[in-house]
Structure formats: C-alpha cells, structure tokens
C-alpha cells in the first residue's frame, strides 16, 4: 500500500514538473507554487480517505458534508481554469491569424 502511494505522488511530482517546464507569459508569483503544494496534499489526503473509507462505511454528516464540499469547491476552480486556458489559446489563435492577415495585406501591397 505505501509502495502505490509512493508511486502516486511520484506520478504527481513528474506531471508538476512536466507543467511547470511549459513557458507561461504571465509572471510567476508564489500564489501557484502555494496553491500546487496545497493541490498535492489534496491528494495525498485524498488517497488516504479514499482508502479509509468503505462502499458500505456510515460515516457523520459533517464528513460527507466536507468531502462534498471540498468536491464542488475543486471542481469549479478546474472547471474555471480549463475555460480560461482555452480562452488564452483562443486568443493566441486570433493573434497569429491577425499576424497572418497584416503579413498577407504588405505581399499584396508589394
């Protein structure tokens, strides 16, 4: 059982590593690296419930009430992130295709 959450947090470490090697146009703040260690205890605290707990364990309100929660809360911030990424790529795309069109309109021009 340790050897798989080693082998997980391995995995995550690679993909962080992976997705921070990618170029970014913003500045880096301390806000990602903050956030991106709070991600990995998300899931490391995660792997441990979720062996924790069984298909048929009862568990106090509260509990699923937080688990459902901490849920939503995660999959709007992601949801909120993959809309703004695309909106960025968009823009990237409009961008290139303006830069296409101005290069095209001087070859005629010529």
């Avoid at 947090?9 to 301390?30: A, F, T």
Wanted: charged content about 45%; hydrophobic content about 30%; cysteine-free.
């Amino acid at each position: 059982m340790k050897s798989d959450n080693k082998i997980l947090l391995e995995m995550i470490d690679e993909e962080l590593e992976l997705l921070e090697s990618r170029p970014r146009k913003e500045p880096h703040d301390h806000e990602g690296k903050m956030a991106k260690g709070e991600l990995r205890n998300i899931i490391k605290n995660g792997l441990v419930l979720y062996k924790l707990i069984g298909k048929n364990d009862e568990l106090p309100g509260w509990v699923s009430s937080y688990i459902s929660l901490a849920n939503d809360y995660i999959n709007s911030v992601s949801q909120y992130m993959i809309e703004d990424q695309h909106s960025r790529d968009d823009e990237e795309v409009e961008e290139e295709d303006s830069e296409e069109d101005e290069d095209e309109e001087e070859e005629v021009d010529d």
